[in-house]
C-alpha cells in the first residue's frame, strides 16, 4: 500500500509525457502542412539573410554540422551515451539513450519524406534531401531531452536548451536549413523523446530508487 502514491505519479508521468510528445509531433505536421502551404515564409528569407551578420561564427557551426548529424550523431552519440549509463549502474537508461535516439531518428525521416521541402539554394554544406524538420536539430533536442529525464536538474536544462538553440543556429548559418526547419526539428526531437520517455518512465523510476537505497 505504501508504494501506492508514487505508483499512481509514475503513472500520471508517463501519460503527460506520452501525450505532450505525441502534441509536439502532431504540431511538427501541422507545421509542415502550413510549409508547404504557404511555400514562400517570410521570416525564413529574413532569417536567411540575417545569419550572414554572424559569418565569424562559420567554424563554429561547420563544427556543429559534423557533431550533430551523420555518422557522430546516429552511432557516437548514442553509444557513448549509453555507455555513460552502464558504467552509473543504470542499464535501464542505457535501453532508454538507444531507444529515444532510434525514436527520434525514425520520426524525422517519417516526417522529412512526408514533405520533401527543398533546402536553402546556398547551402555550403553537403547534406541529404529533405529539409523540414532539421534532423541536426532534432537530435539536439532528443539528448537535451534524454538527459534532462535522466538527471532532472535545472542546469542540465539549461544546458540542454542551449545545445538546442545553438544547434538550431548553426544549421541556418551553414543554410542547410530554413529557419522554421530548426523549429519543426526541435518540436520532433523533443516530442519523439517524450514518447519513448513514456514507455521507459516506470522502469527508470524504479532504477532510480534502487541505486539511491
Request: charged share 15%; aromatic share 12%.
Amino acid at each position: 500500500m505504501s508504494r501506492q502514491p508514487l505508483d499512481d505519479a509514475v503513472i500520471t508521468r508517463a501519460l503527460q509525457r506520452a501525450v505532450v510528445g505525441v502534441l509536439l509531433i502532431a504540431v511538427t505536421v501541422g507545421l509542415g502542412i502550413l510549409i508547404a502551404w504557404e511555400a514562400d515564409i517570410d521570416v525564413d528569407d529574413w532569417w536567411n539573410g540575417f545569419v550572414e551578420t554572424f559569418m565569424f561564427l562559420r567554424p563554429f557551426s561547420l563544427a556543429m554540422n559534423f557533431i550533430g548529424g551523420g555518422w557522430f550523431a546516429t552511432f557516437v552519440v548514442p553509444l557513448s551515451g549509453a555507455v555513460v549509463m552502464l558504467a552509473l549502474r543504470r542499464p535501464w537508461g542505457a535501453v532508454f539513450v538507444l531507444a529515444a535516439s532510434a525514436g527520434s531518428a525514425v520520426v524525422v525521416q517519417i516526417i522529412k519524406a512526408m514533405f520533401g521541402r527543398a533546402r536553402p539554394e546556398d547551402m555550403i554544406v553537403v547534406s541529404d534531401h529533405g529539409s523540414f524538420p532539421s534532423g541536426h536539430t532534432a537530435n539536439a533536442a532528443t539528448v537535451a531531452t534524454i538527459a534532462v529525464i535522466l538527471f532532472p536538474r535545472l542546469w542540465v536544462a539549461v544546458v540542454g536548451a542551449a545545445w538546442v538553440f545553438a544547434m538550431a543556429f548553426s544549421r541556418t548559418q551553414v543554410h542547410a536549413h530554413w529557419f522554421t526547419d530548426t523549429v519543426g526539428g526541435a518540436l520532433a526531437g523533443l516530442g519523439a523523446a517524450l514518447v519513448v520517455a513514456a514507455a521507459f518512465t516506470a522502469v527508470l523510476e524504479r532504477e532510480s530508487e534502487w541505486r539511491d537505497r
